[in-house]
T-cell receptor, first 110, second 110 residues
Framework: DGGITQSPKYLFRKEGQNVTLSCEQNLNHDAMYWYRQDPGQGLRLIYYSQIVNDFQKGDIAEGYSVSREKKESFPLTVTSAQKNPTAFYLC?????????FGDGTRLSIL | GQQVMQIPQYQHVQEGEDFTTYCNSSTTLSNIQWYKQRPGGHPVFLIQLVKSGEVKKQKRLTFQFGEAKKNSSLHITATQTTDVGTYFCARLGSARQLTFGSGTQLTVLP
């Protein structure tokens, strides 16, 4: 079935460490997005990509980086510069007005 | 990005009671989308509204878009325990990024 796969489901980061969250889609969507969700709050946009080899910063891009080398993949790196990385990270892809979200990755600090 | 304000933040209802969440913007919206996120899950697209005064129904759910296109509402008739979750409105911007409201967390007491 077509969909979005995020891995890992749970991730732990040590202080000063970079970690990369995976997002893969087989929906053939051009657009992909990364959101951060804190407990009891809405989703905030980190980065988005409308096409391969191009991406734009969202509202809270500081401390994060992305790449879009393939249409199917949009990995997110949480760098050590992100001082409060503990959150639920959601990847999405879109075609027209229809958005599909992955199951998310929960990142915690050790 | 332009904010959409959503109220209430929390709502507890007895099973069988009705529920409504409201989304407001200070500027005219070209569209509004609604999502449901079950506890521990990811947002799932419910509907998109684009026309002034539009009303759409999905079984017990009724979605409305205000005449001035500055507000929207989601009404659930006779809630069931399966309705538990957080309901978000979201605006699709011109750069094709989705801006979410803060959500309304619905608890249905059996």
């Amino acid at each position: 079935d077509g969909g979005i796969t995020q891995s890992p489901k749970y991730l732990f980061r040590k202080e000063g460490q970079n970690v990369t969250l995976s997002c893969e889609q087989n929906l053939n969507h051009d657009a992909m997005y990364w959101y951060r969700q804190d407990p009891g709050q809405g989703l905030r946009l980190i980065y988005y990509s409308q096409i391969v080899n191009d991406f734009q910063k969202g509202d809270i891009a500081e401390g994060y980086s992305v790449s879009r080398e393939k249409k199917e993949s949009f990995p997110l790196t949480v760098t050590s510069a992100q001082k409060n990385p503990t959150a639920f990270y959601l990847c999405a892809s879109a075609e027209g007005y229809l958005w599909i979200f992955g199951d998310g990755t929960r990142l915690s600090i050790l | 990005g332009q904010q959409v304000m959503q109220i209430p933040q929390y709502q507890h209802v007895q099973e069988g009671e009705d529920f409504t969440t409201y989304c407001n913007s200070s500027t005219t919206l070209s569209n509004i989308q609604w999502y449901k996120q079950r506890p521990g899950g990811h947002p799932v697209f419910l509907i998109q509204l684009v026309k002034s005064g539009e009303v759409k129904k999905q079984k017990r759910l009724t979605f409305q878009f205000g005449e001035a296109k500055k507000n929207s509402s989601l009404h659930i008739t006779a809630t069931q325990t399966t309705d538990v979750g957080t309901y978000f409105c979201a605006r699709l911007g011109s750069a094709r990024q989705l801006t979410f409201g803060s959500g309304t967390q619905l608890t249905v007491l059996p």
